[in-house]
T-cell receptor, first 114, second 109 residues
Framework: DVKVTQSSRYLVKRTGEKVFLECVQD?????MFWYRQDPGLGLRLIYF???????EKGDIPEGYSVSREKKERFSLILESASTNQTSMYLC?????????????FGEGSRLTVL | GQNIDQPTEMTATEGAIVQINCTYQ??????LFWYQQHAGEAPTFLSY??LDGLEEKGRFSSFLSRSKGYSYLLLKELQMKDSASYLC??????????WGAGTKLIIKP
C-alpha cells in the first residue's frame, strides 16, 4: 500500500515559536506538495517540489519555508508561528515529472497556534 | 481568475442517487479530479476525467463537459459510509490543481 506519513497529527504551539512539519512518502514519487485546508475554502498550495533540493512557491508561501534534502522527505517550516497559521496541513505526493497526476495524501497535521 | 464552484452541502437518503455538480474556470485545462474526504481523514482519489463523457467506476461515475466547464459526480445506491466531503479540482495549463471548497454530503437512513 502506498503511504504518506506526516509526523504529527495534532500540535499546539505558541505565537512566535518555530514549527516543523515532517512528511515522508514510501512510493519513490518525484513530486511532493504542502497544502493547508481551512473551512469553507479549497485546498491552498503552500509549496511544492518536483525533485530533491528543488522547491517552488505555491499560492500562499508567505510565512512558510520548505526543505527537501531527500526524495522521500518534504518538510514544512513555520519560522515564527502566528495565530492565522492555525489550520490543517496536508502533505501529498504524486509520481511523474511535473504533471500532477493522482495525489496521495497524508493524514494531515492539525496545528493550533495560541 | 481561476475558480471552482460546487455546492457547500447536500443531503440524500440511503439507497438513493445523488449528483454533485462542479463548474470550473481555469487558464487552460488538463483534466478534472474528484476526491473523497471523510471527516478527520486524508482526501482519497475517486476519479479523473480529461475527455468529455461519463466514466463509470462501480457505484460512482464522473462526467465532464469541457465546452461547458462542468463536471458532476454521480453516486448510486448510497450507503451511510458515503457520508463525506467531495472535492472537485481542475488542472490548469501549468498542471497546477485548482480546488473547490468541497461538498459535504450527508446521508440519512
Amino acid at each position: 500500500d502506498v503511504k504518506v506519513t506526516q509526523s504529527s497529527r495534532y500540535l499546539v504551539k505558541r505565537t512566535g515559536e518555530k514549527v516543523f512539519l515532517e512528511c515522508v512518502q514510501d512510493m519513490d514519487h518525484e513530486n511532493m506538495f504542502w497544502y493547508r485546508q481551512d473551512p469553507g475554502l479549497g485546498l491552498r498550495l503552500i509549496y511544492f517540489s518536483y525533485d530533491v533540493k528543488m522547491k517552488e512557491k505555491g499560492d500562499i508561501p508567505e510565512g512558510y519555508s520548505v526543505s527537501r534534502e531527500k526524495k522521500e522527505r518534504f518538510s514544512l517550516i513555520l519560522e515564527s508561528a502566528s495565530t492565522n497559521q492555525t489550520s490543517m496541513y496536508l502533505c501529498a505526493s504524486s509520481p511523474g515529472q511535473r504533471d500532477t497526476g493522482e495525489l496521495f495524501f497524508g493524514e494531515g497535521s492539525r496545528l493550533t497556534v495560541l | 481568475g481561476q475558480n471552482i464552484d460546487q455546492p457547500t452541502e447536500m443531503t440524500a437518503t440511503e439507497g438513493a442517487i445523488v449528483q454533485i455538480n462542479c463548474t470550473y474556470q481555469t487558464s487552460g485545462f488538463n483534466g478534472l479530479f474528484w476526491y473523497q474526504q471523510h471527516a478527520g481523514e486524508a482526501p482519497t482519489f475517486l476519479s479523473y476525467n480529461v475527455l468529455d463523457g461519463l466514466e463509470e467506476k462501480g457505484r460512482f461515475s464522473s462526467f465532464l463537459s469541457r465546452s461547458k466547464g462542468y463536471s458532476y459526480l454521480l453516486l448510486k445506491e448510497l450507503q451511510m459510509k458515503d457520508s463525506a466531503s467531495y472535492l472537485c479540482a481542475a488542472t490548469d495549463s501549468n498542471y497546477q490543481l485548482i480546488w473547490g471548497a468541497g461538498t459535504k454530503l450527508i446521508i440519512k437512513p
